[in-house]
């Protein structure tokens, strides 16, 4: 019998010093043998706290669902781009509902995807504008979803400016001109694993241009494990490989990483103090 691999040693965190893991998706099937534990393994590497995010309906019942049972997870409900058709008046209604709980410190993921195109680009800007709306009035941030459509995202959100409650561009993916512009929104910018991969110049000079005062970082689990697991299930835990990356970019240490992103998570989140 081959003998199991051994999971490659996490960066470590001094004490008294947290991460956030600001972007997963708990509520997902690839976790359904080993939740808890995935869960425990989080937080026994320093990751305290992790916003489990919505993507339709179901999945932002389920995303409150496990941030009411668990101290450190608060969550976003949200319709994501791929389900953009289901954003009527209804869902909107019931997202609105989810939003009173005071585990709800998002909307989102909500935006634009003309990647794969699930729903036409119409129906897309259509729901995203909603929610912006919708967000605004329920005083939430918004997490934003871009891929392959930068101007177009970028308008909706010029003409939704200002965001009172802030919000942050999820698994940035663009060059450091469209992060300027997004912090100049009074955005966060987020920085997934791909931080980690060969070949991502474009990424790393925002991790190094930006200001650490309006950088965040997230795993987007079970998406894009950084290095060394690329291609394996992602977890919260694995956070820490891209502030660790974030740390070697920047020149400065890890727990400096740490502290700052996850401060700003809390501010986003309207989390201090909890």
């Given at each position: 019998?081959?003998?199991?691999?051994?999971?490659?040693?996490?960066?470590?965190?001094?004490?008294?010093?947290?991460?956030?893991?600001?972007?997963?998706?708990?509520?997902?099937?690839?976790?359904?043998?080993?939740?808890?534990?995935?869960?425990?393994r989080?937080?026994?590497?320093?990751?305290?706290?992790?916003?489990?995010?919505?993507?339709?309906?179901?999945?932002?019942?389920?995303?409150?669902?496990?941030?009411?049972?668990?101290?450190?997870?608060?969550?976003?409900?949200?319709?994501?781009?791929?389900?953009?058709?289901?954003?009527?008046?209804?869902?909107?209604?019931?997202?609105?509902?989810?939003?009173?709980?005071?585990?709800?410190?998002?909307?989102?993921?909500?935006?634009?995807?003309?990647?794969?195109?699930?729903?036409?680009?119409?129906?897309?800007?259509?729901?995203?504008r909603?929610?912006?709306?919708?967000?605004?009035?329920?005083?939430?941030?918004?997490?934003?979803?871009?891929?392959?459509?930068?101007?177009?995202?970028?308008?909706?959100?010029?003409?939704?400016?200002?965001?009172?409650?802030?919000?942050?561009?999820?698994?940035?993916?663009?060059?450091?001109?469209?992060?300027?512009?997004?912090?100049d929104?009074?955005?966060?910018?987020?920085?997934?694993?791909?931080?980690?991969?060969?070949?991502?110049?474009?990424?790393?000079?925002?991790?190094?241009?930006?200001?650490?005062?309006s950088?965040?970082?997230?795993?987007?689990?079970?998406?894009?494990?950084?290095?060394?697991?690329?291609?394996?299930?992602?977890?919260?835990?694995?956070?820490?490989?891209?502030?660790?990356?974030?740390?070697?970019?920047?020149g400065?240490?890890?727990?400096?990483?740490?502290?700052?992103?996850?401060?700003?998570?809390?501010?986003?989140?309207?989390?201090?103090?909890?």
């Amino acid at each position: 019998m081959a003998k199991k691999k051994k999971r490659a040693p996490l960066p470590e965190l001094p004490s008294g010093v947290w991460l956030f893991d600001s972007h997963c998706h708990l509520d997902m099937e690839d976790y359904s043998t080993d939740r808890l534990a995935v869960i425990q393994r989080a937080a026994r590497a320093g990751v305290s706290k992790m916003m489990t995010i919505g993507i339709d309906l179901p999945s932002s019942r389920a995303a409150l669902r496990l941030a009411e049972s668990n101290p450190g997870i608060f969550c976003a409900v949200g319709i994501h781009p791929h389900s953009a058709a289901e954003a009527d008046d209804a869902a909107l209604t019931e997202i609105s509902r989810l939003a009173q709980s005071v585990k709800v410190r998002a909307v989102g993921e909500i935006g634009l995807d003309y990647a794969k195109m699930h729903c036409p680009a119409e129906e897309q800007i259509i729901a995203f504008r909603r929610q912006l709306e919708l967000a605004a009035e329920l005083k939430l941030p918004v997490i934003i979803h871009d891929r392959e459509a930068h101007e177009e995202t970028m308008a909706i959100l010029r003409q939704a400016a200002p965001f009172q409650q802030r919000g942050v561009m999820h698994c940035f993916s663009g060059d450091l001109t469209l992060a300027r512009e997004v912090v100049d929104l009074g955005l966060y910018v987020s920085l997934p694993g791909v931080l980690t991969f060969n070949k991502t110049e474009a990424l790393r000079e925002v991790a190094r241009e930006i200001p650490l005062e309006s950088l965040i970082v997230e795993t987007d689990a079970p998406f894009l494990t950084p290095a060394p697991y690329r291609g394996k299930r992602n977890e919260p835990a694995y956070a820490l490989y891209t502030a660790q990356c974030l740390s070697e970019i920047r020149g400065i240490t890890l727990a400096e990483v740490a502290a700052q992103t996850t401060l700003n998570c809390e501010r986003l989140f309207t989390l201090e103090g909890k």
